[in-house]
């Protein structure tokens, strides 16, 4: 393969699928998720405007399904971008279910890639403000360090925690903890892989209009309102600050969370704020 690759997970829909139209001006790509039908149609879509790529269906939150995604795209070729774009909200499931896809996705999905990228490499993590808006009390910051130990134990645990809560509450705080945790692993991987020459950089959006937004818009406006721009965000906005980011021309840029939101966490709102 001449061209260079870039994996996008959740690239059948919403920013990861946005991503796909822009990174794939420079880069093969390969977007994944677990819904094949959903993933063909993208790659129709894709392909019609002329970008070469392909689908690989992959559950992020299942580590075999991250190795072989993570063996394929190298054997194709030099893997110098990953946008690790999918997520679940609060809508789309239970919480053990939310935290086995967002916080061990990320975990599985910056462990493999780093042992098959080497030096121009950019891995993009993507969190949420959630992670900003939940009550800092509410984050089991403790339990962090288990994730680079042992990912077993840091599962039980912070499934443990999350039971202290209300079940009617639970994905929402699911949500906020395991986006809080994706911050904080992404520094981690950035610490553990600079001398490889791979950055990792962590995205926090706001409010997006994709099918995940759709689904939380009722909270959404409570927050719109707040923000220095009052309107959710676009699919293409945050397509273009991924793709840059994940530019090699931006090499000394890793280590960190760029929060996305028109500035919702600036105004000091919070998910307690009535
Ligand atoms: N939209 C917002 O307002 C908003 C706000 C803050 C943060 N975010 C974050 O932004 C990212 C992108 O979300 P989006 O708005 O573009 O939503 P989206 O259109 O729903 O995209 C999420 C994608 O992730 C995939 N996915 C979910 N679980 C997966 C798993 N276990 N393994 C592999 N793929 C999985 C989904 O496909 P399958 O279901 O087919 O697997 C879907 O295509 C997410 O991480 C989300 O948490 C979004």
Redesign the pocket.
């Known amino acids: 393969m001449e061209k260079k690759i870039c994996v996008i ?9 946005a991503t796909a139209r822009l990174m794939g001006k420079t880069h093969y790509v390969i977007i ?4 094949v039908g ?2 063909q149609d993208a790659i129709k879509n894709l392909q019609k405007e002329g970008i070469e790529c392909e689908a690989f269906p ?4 299942k580590l075999s399904s991250v190795q072989k995604l993570a063996a394929h795209a190298s054997e194709l070729g030099e893997v110098q971008a990953v946008i690790h ?5 609060p809508h ?1 499931g239970e919480a053990e279910d939310i935290m ?3 916080a061990i ?1 990320t975990i599985y999905m910056n462990t493999e890639f780093a042992k098959v990228m080497g030096e121009g490499g950019c891995i993009l993590d ?5 992670a900003y808006l939940t009550p800092a009390i509410v984050m089991p910051r403790k339990l962090y360090k288990y994730a680079l130990e042992d990912v077993e134990l840091f599962r039980t645990k912070i499934n443990k925690r999350l039971r202290i809560f209300p079940k009617s509450v639970r994905p929402g705080v699911a949500y906020g903890v395991s ?1 809080d945790f994706a911050i904080w692993y992404s520094k981690q991987s950035a610490l553990m892989y600079g001398d490889k020459g791979i950055r990792v950089v962590c995205v ?5 209009e ?4 759709k689904l ?1 818009e009722d909270e ?1 406006d409570k927050f719109t309102s707040h923000a220095a721009i009052k309107r ?2 676009k ?1 293409e906005e945050i397509a273009y600050l991924f793709s840059a980011i994940v530019d090699e021309r931006n090499g000394y840029l890793t280590g960190l969370d760029i929060i996305c939101d028109g500035g919702v966490v600036a105004s000091g709102v919070s998910a307690m704020t009535r």
């Not at 997970?9 to 699928?17: E, K, V």
């Not at 994944?32 to 819904?35: E, L, S, Y």
């Not at 992959?58 to 939150?61: A, E, F, I, R, T």
């Not at 926090?204 to 997006?208: A, C, I, L, V």
Request: glycine fraction near 24%; proline fraction near 6%; aromatic fraction near 2%.
């Open positions: 997970t959740g690239g059948g829909s919403g920013m990861g699928l994944c998720g677990r819904t959903k993933l992959c559950d992020v939150g774009a999918a997520g679940m909200s789309m086995q896809t967002n996705g993507v969190s949420s403000m959630s986006k926090s959006p706001g409010n997006f994709t099918p995940m937004g939380e959404a959710l965000g699919p």
